[in-house]
């Protein structure tokens, strides 16, 4: 919604640009320039000033896709940026907004595990079941040495294969 603050100074009996009892109106006026220019300069700057990088990739366990799930890339380096995202159908994509910074990483894979309904008649103060057990093993996650490394300049696909029975490879 546009305001002519000119036309309604124009219109006020009481106030004009060249009445000096119209020094509020003139006040008001450039303060809605000022706040008006003050906002076309909010977000001006660089737009990425990490140097973030968008990541992908494909994520399987024991040769099939991980259905559910995060991955997660903790910096080595100090001051580092975190970065992570969802891993859907053993998929991930990480907007370069979000996506970490060139440089060393840890990767921690963790997969999303439903909890059990409750068992019919449960009541409150009952015994809750056992929830199930994670996919992925501790040696990619609460455990995990695998790392990436995060060029300038790409490639910024990364895929890892997690097998159950050997927890060191990683493609």
């Known amino acids: 919604m546009a305001v002519d603050f000119a036309a309604l100074a124009r219109e006020s009996p009481t106030a004009s640009f ?4 119209g020094k509020g ?3 008001l006026l450039l303060t809605m320039i000022g706040l008006t220019l003050a906002n076309a300069c909010v977000g ?25 799930g995060t991955v997660e890339f903790h910096p080595m380096q100090q001051g580092g940026v975190e970065s ?10 990480i907007p370069a907004h979000e996506g970490a910074p060139p440089g060393q990483y840890r990767v921690s894979i963790i997969d999303f595990v439903p909890t059990p ?10 015994d809750l079941p056992p929830s199930p057990k994670p996919k992925v093993p501790p040696a990619w ?8 490394e995060v060029k ?8 890892f294969d ?6 060191t490879k990683k493609k």
Not at 18 to 21: E, G
Not at 117 to 125: D, N, S, V
Not at 141 to 148: C, E, P, R
Not at 162 to 167: A, E, F, G, L, R
């Open 18 to 21: 060249d009445d000096p009892r």
């Open 25 to 27: 109106m003139r006040r």
């Open 44 to 68: 001006c700057g660089p737009e990425n000033p990490l140097g973030r990088k968008a990541l992908w990739g494909k994520v399987t366990l024991d040769g099939g896709p991980l259905e559910q």
């Open 84 to 93: 992570g995202g969802r891993i859907v159908a053993g998929s991930y994509k």
């Open 117 to 126: 309904p409750l068992p019919p008649g449960h009541m409150p103060g009952d």
């Open 141 to 148: 996650n609460s455990k995990s040495d695998h790392k990436i």
């Open 152 to 159: 300038k300049e790409g490639p910024f696909e990364f895929n």
């Open 162 to 167: 997690i097998s159950t029975k050997d927890t």
